[in-house]
């Protein structure tokens, strides 16, 4: 691990964001009624619950949480913000495993939505966390800054839609050949979109809280899509190399759907040594912060080198 943030230091600060996290997901889905709502259907506040309750790392809060600490930025807000980007979060693997997407029947080893429920309360469950988010990083208690909050708004809707993840799954599904021919594909730019910009906006969301200047913003904006880039091929080479069971989703699913990836582009020894120049550019990137950045060089590596 990076110096300074030895591996138990690091794991001890992932756990307690995951922990945080969690907790504060469970008072944001609770059945108590928010100002301007009618009702929370039974149903689908169950299902909602099963798919964000109770598993993940939480990476993408941890790296909204850890990158406003680099500012000193209040951790309430970023604690926020992390919840919001987690719905979106769950709503794309929601949305993913559907028969129509990936077509996944396990997640986090246990069915997923729409094999625990049904087509239509997972779509509807998907719906809703994704409009919860914009909820959530609105708030007052996010940032007394009325422009801090439009503008964690306005980048968190630029990384999660057509020009960001839902873009790139839709790259992904042409590239399989879904709506006629397989269309080329650049996975650099596919895997940006699609994985990638979630995990950078976990990165910048912290320099926009902290009110960064336009250097330091650009230093976590590049870091974040060293990390993106790097944690995608980790999870290539996981869905070649990985046990299912450690997994908790099936391995070989990209193969068996025809995608393009990282390893089917590069090789195995290509992606690995891609992964490693990738951490070296995220350390790099990190440099203007000093010991500052040192958790986040830690989640670097940690992308890297991780089992499941």
Not at 31 to 46: G, V
Not at 139 to 148: F, G, I, L, T
């Amino acid at each position: 691990m990076a110096t300074g943030t030895s591996t138990i230091d690091f794991a001890k600060r992932l756990d307690a964001t995951a922990e945080e996290t969690e907790a504060l997901l469970g008072r944001l889905l609770s059945d108590d009624l928010l100002p301007d709502e009618i009702a929370r259907p039974r149903r689908l506040m169950e299902a909602i619950r099963y798919s964000t309750l109770g598993g993940g790392k939480r990476l993408r809060p941890f790296l909204a949480v850890e990158s406003a600490a680099v500012f000193g930025a209040s951790r309430t807000g970023a604690l926020l913000v992390g919840a919001a980007l987690e719905c979106i979060h769950c709503y794309s693997l929601i949305h993913d495993d559907l028969p129509a997407m990936d077509n996944s029947d396990l997640r986090r080893g246990r069915p997923t939505l729409h094999k625990a429920y049904d087509d239509a309360t997972a779509i509807l469950a998907g719906d809703a966390l994704l409009t919860l988010a914009f909820d959530i990083i609105t708030r007052d208690e996010v940032h007394q800054d009325a422009k801090v909050r439009l503008d964690l708004n306005r980048v968190l809707a630029r990384c999660a839609g057509l020009g960001g993840m839902v873009g790139g799954q839709m790259l992904d599904l042409a590239g399989e050949g879904r709506f006629g021919d397989r269309e080329p594909v650049d996975v650099a730019k596919l895997q940006q979109m699609k994985t990638g910009a979630l995990l950078r906006y976990g990165c910048v969301a912290g320099a926009i809280l902290g009110q960064a200047n336009a250097d330091q913003y650009r230093a976590l904006d590049d870091y974040g899509r060293a990390l993106g880039e790097a944690f995608q091929i980790a999870d290539d080479l996981l869905d070649v190399e990985g046990d299912a069971a450690a997994l908790g989703k099936p391995a070989g699913a990209d193969a068996a759907l025809g995608k393009t990836t990282f390893v089917t582009q590069l090789g195995v020894d290509g992606a690995k040594q891609r992964v490693r120049d990738l951490i070296a550019r995220a350390d790099e990137a990190l440099a203007p912060f000093g010991a500052k950045g040192d958790v986040l060089r830690a989640a670097a590596r940690f992308v890297a080198e991780r089992k499941n």
